[in-house]
């Protein structure tokens, strides 16, 4: 039994990312407990179907985020296909 939760975001809310949610619910021991989406309204509206209570428009490290134990980043792809740089 794991008695410690490890704590996880997901970072780019598209199209993969209820698959990756209903993943990590799926897993003993792990907690989603943010989202983040470059856009706010897809953030919130994934926080809202997750059961999410933060939702962020960008990925910035916060005290509040700087407590997670692992992000799930889905953005990077996208981005890159845009030719945005990304950082990691």
Same mark, same amino acid.
């Given at each position: 039994?794991?008695? *410690? @939760?490890?704590?996880?975001?997901?970072?780019?809310?598209?199209?993969?990312?209820? *698959?990756?949610?209903?993943?990590?619910?799926?897993?003993?021991?792990?907690e989603?407990?943010?989202?983040?989406?470059?856009?706010?309204?897809?953030?919130?509206?994934?926080?809202?179907?997750?059961?999410?209570?933060?939702?962020? @428009?960008?990925?910035?490290? *916060?005290?509040? @985020?700087?407590?997670? @134990?692992?992000?799930?980043?889905?953005?990077?792809?996208e981005?890159?296909?845009?030719?945005?740089?990304?950082?990691?």
């Amino acid at each position: 039994m794991i008695t *410690t @939760s490890l704590r996880s975001a997901i970072i780019g809310c598209g199209s993969i990312g209820p *698959t990756h949610a209903g993943a990590l619910r799926q897993i003993e021991g792990v907690e989603l407990v943010a989202v983040a989406d470059v856009l706010p309204e897809r953030a919130q509206e994934r926080a809202r179907k997750f059961n999410v209570v933060n939702a962020y @428009s960008s990925a910035l490290i *916060t005290p509040e @985020s700087s407590r997670r @134990s692992v992000a799930t980043i889905l953005a990077i792809q996208e981005s890159a296909r845009r030719g945005k740089v990304v950082r990691v």
